[in-house]
C-alpha cells in the first residue's frame, strides 16, 4: 500500500511539474529562437527580451528580430566595433553604437513607438528606409513570416510522456 501511494504521489508531481511548465512556455520564444540559431545569430538567446521589449513599445513580436536580419543579418553585419544590429542612426558617415544588443533593443523600440507611425509595417519602411523603401519592407516582412511560421520540432515542447 506505502509503494502504491508513493508512486501515485509522484506521478501526480510529474504532473503538476509538467502543467507548470507548460504553462511557462512561450511558443513565440521558441520560434524566434529556431530562426535566429538558424542564422548563427548574436542575438540569439534574447528572445524573451525582445518579445518583451516590442510588448512594452506595443510593436509585433517579430519586429526587432526582423529588423535585425534585414538590417544586419541577425547582428552578424555590424559596423567596425559598433553594436547596433538595426542600422538605426547609421547613414554617410553617421554611426550610432549601443552598450549592447539589449540596449539596441530598447532604444530603437522606443525610438520607433514614439516616432513613427507603427500601424502597419509599410507605413515604418517609409520612414525607416527612404532609400529602399520596397526592398526594405519586403525582407522585414519575410522575416517576420519566417518567425512566425516556423515550425516547432517535438524535442523542443515541454511534454513528457
Request: glycine share 6%; charged share 20%; with cysteine.
Amino acid at each position: 500500500m506505502k509503494q502504491l501511494l508513493v508512486a501515485t504521489a509522484v506521478a501526480i508531481i510529474t504532473i503538476i511539474a509538467s502543467a507548470t511548465s507548460a504553462l511557462a512556455f512561450d511558443e513565440r520564444e521558441v520560434k524566434m529562437a529556431i530562426v535566429l540559431e538558424k542564422y548563427n545569430s548574436p542575438i540569439a538567446g534574447l528572445e524573451k527580451e525582445l518579445i518583451q521589449i516590442a510588448s512594452d513599445n506595443d510593436l509585433d513580436w517579430t519586429l526587432m528580430a526582423a529588423i535585425a536580419g534585414t538590417e544586419s543579418s541577425f547582428g552578424k553585419r555590424m559596423p567596425y566595433e559598433c553594436i547596433n544590429p538595426y542600422g538605426w542612426g547609421i547613414y554617410g558617415d553617421n554611426k550610432l553604437c549601443f552598450e549592447s544588443f539589449l540596449d539596441a533593443a530598447n532604444g530603437v523600440a522606443t525610438g520607433l513607438s514614439t516616432k513613427y507611425n507603427t500601424t502597419t509595417l509599410a507605413s515604418i519602411a517609409r520612414t525607416y528606409n527612404t532609400v529602399s523603401t520596397g526592398s526594405w519592407l519586403a525582407h522585414t516582412k519575410f522575416f517576420i513570416n519566417k518567425i512566425k511560421n516556423t515550425e516547432i520540432p517535438v524535442e523542443k515542447l515541454p511534454i513528457t510522456l
